[in-house]
């Protein structure tokens, strides 16, 4: 059982190129979450999917797009990378949205450089 | 924002039990306490979570104050594997991660 799964687990981009993070879960959970971890800092949401079909902007959502591609899958696209977007990026699902459900299981991560 | 505080850094001895405490002054009714920890740099890892009951389960006990002002996690028999950074969270829908408090378990 694989649980969350994310790819690549490192990457190197030059500044405007671009690049879509892949993320998988094996749980049947209908919701999936983006997070990303700067140094030294808690995580930060950029995007989220209560459910299949459904996406909503988080708290850092900007320079992001998402597509929920079937219920296992949702992906985070940067268009145009920026220096400001190296960071350790996360994905996590959970059942559900509502608090009493609302436990989450992340992926090992997807550590981005941008130069 | 839905905040909560923690101190910064806690030690303790292996073989100890660990308490971390959480204050969320602030908490309303409907607000569930969390707690994930992230080791290293892997992944957030869920613990244990609570609404008002104390609860427990294989990795660690919550306790929740009766006016649900503060929590405390506590790891009874703490290894040298405990070592990370402890979350508290207050949520309603989302995880908003502070900074957490970094335990370090010594031999």
């Known amino acids: 059982n694989a649980g969350v799964t994310q790819t690549p687990k490192f990457q190197v981009l030059k500044t405007g190129q671009s690049m879509t993070l892949q993320c998988a879960q094996d749980m049947n959970h209908n919701s999936m979450y983006w997070y990303r971890q700067d140094p030294g800092m808690g995580l930060r949401l950029i995007y989220y999917s209560a459910s299949e079909g459904t996406t909503d902007k988080g708290e850092v959502p900007n320079g992001y797009n998402v597509s929920r591609l079937n219920k296992r899958e949702f992906s985070l696209r940067l268009e145009s990378a920026a220096p400001s977007q190296t960071s350790v990026y996360f994905c996590a699902s959970s059942e559900g949205v509502g608090a009493a459900r609302n436990i989450q299981y992340f992926g090992a991560g997807t550590r981005l450089s941008v130069l | 924002d839905a905040k909560t505080t923690q101190p910064t850094s806690m030690d303790c001895a292996e073989g100890r039990a660990a308490n971390l405490p959480c204050n969320h002054s602030?908490?309303?009714?409907?607000?569930?306490v969390y707690w994930y920890r992230q080791i290293h740099s892997q992944g957030p890892q869920y613990i244990i979570h609570?609404?008002?009951n104390n609860e427990t389960n294989e990795m660690a006990s919550l306790i929740i104050t009766e006016d649900r002002k503060s929590s405390t996690l506590i790891l009874p028999h703490a290894t040298l594997r405990d070592t990370a950074v402890y979350y508290c969270?207050?949520?309603?829908?989302?995880?908003?991660f502070g900074q957490g408090t970094r335990l370090t378990i010594n031999p």
């Open positions: 609570g609404l008002k």
């Open positions: 602030t908490i309303s009714g409907n607000e569930y």
């Open positions: 969270i207050r949520i309603l829908q989302k995880l908003v």
